[in-house]
């Protein structure tokens, strides 16, 4: 089972849609998660990081699942300018004492259309 | 201002040739990564080091060479035994600890002719 598995994409949306990512991970000791957005031939980008308690950032909302292992992001009111990938971020828990890695899914491609 | 800086954005190397990426960093993050991108794909890790003089290999550190000689220096060397050397190389840092927000400087794509 791989470490960190994303919903497959392309998604294609009409504006103003609401669309839901899921992110699921394998390793039950991971310490954190994030959402990255990732435009075309850019790095990627800190969307939003990934609380127990969920959060939300305007028209977008992230919530975490520990008990089912999985993270996912929701975006309401879908916008153009959010057509790009989006990546699911779990830092890790490596070898030796302080030893973090982070590792990424492979991102989701999200398609706003007009 | 603060962050990572990578160079060069684009280089074209000919087979055979060992290239140096460098990356900079000026947020006294203790921990630094490299990540390889191919079209379509997602980010694998080459190479990783949390503290000065330390580093460990990632998922396919073949063919590729680091140093952490400074905190703010992790340069990445793509050796001639990098077979498919093309793609998208990302460098990244954290202050090492859970909970803290990754940051990217803004990749250097390296081409074989």
């Known amino acids: 089972r791989k470490e960190v598995e994303q919903d497959p994409g392309p998604f294609n949306v009409p504006e103003g849609a609401t669309v839901a990512f899921n992110c699921t991970y394998s390793?039950?000791?991971?310490?954190?998660f994030f959402w990255y957005r990732q435009d075309c031939r850019k790095e990627p980008k800190l969307l939003m990081s990934?609380?127990?308690s969920g959060n939300e950032d305007g028209r977008f909302t992230a919530q975490l699942n520990r008990a089912s292992q999985y993270i996912s992001l929701l975006i309401r009111d879908s916008k153009l300018s959010d057509s790009a990938t989006y990546l699911c971020?779990?830092?890790?828990?490596?070898?030796?004492?302080?030893?973090?890695?982070?590792?990424f899914g492979k991102g989701t491609k999200l398609s706003v259309i007009p | 201002d603060g962050g990572i800086t990578q160079s060069p954005k684009y280089l074209f190397r000919k087979e055979g040739q060992n290239v140096t990426l460098s990356c900079e960093q000026n947020?006294?993050?203790?921990?630094m990564y490299w990540y390889r991108q191919d079209p379509g794909q997602g980010l694998r890790l080459i190479y990783y080091?949390?503290?000065?003089?330390?580093?460990q290999k990632g998922d396919i550190a073949e063919g590729y060479s680091v140093s952490r000689e400074k905190k703010e220096s992790f340069p990445l060397t793509v050796t001639s035994a990098q077979k498919n050397p093309t793609a998208f190389y990302l460098c990244?840092?954290?202050?090492?600890?859970?909970?803290?927000?990754?940051?990217f400087g803004e990749g250097s794509w390296l081409t074989v002719v």
């Open positions: 990244a840092s954290t202050m090492g600890g859970p909970g803290n927000t990754i940051y």
């Open positions: 390793n039950s000791a991971s310490q954190s």
């Open positions: 990934v609380y127990s």
């Open positions: 971020v779990v830092n890790l828990l490596g070898s030796g004492a302080g030893s973090y890695q982070l590792t």
């Open positions: 947020l006294n993050h203790d921990a």
């Open positions: 080091s949390q503290i000065v003089n330390d580093f």
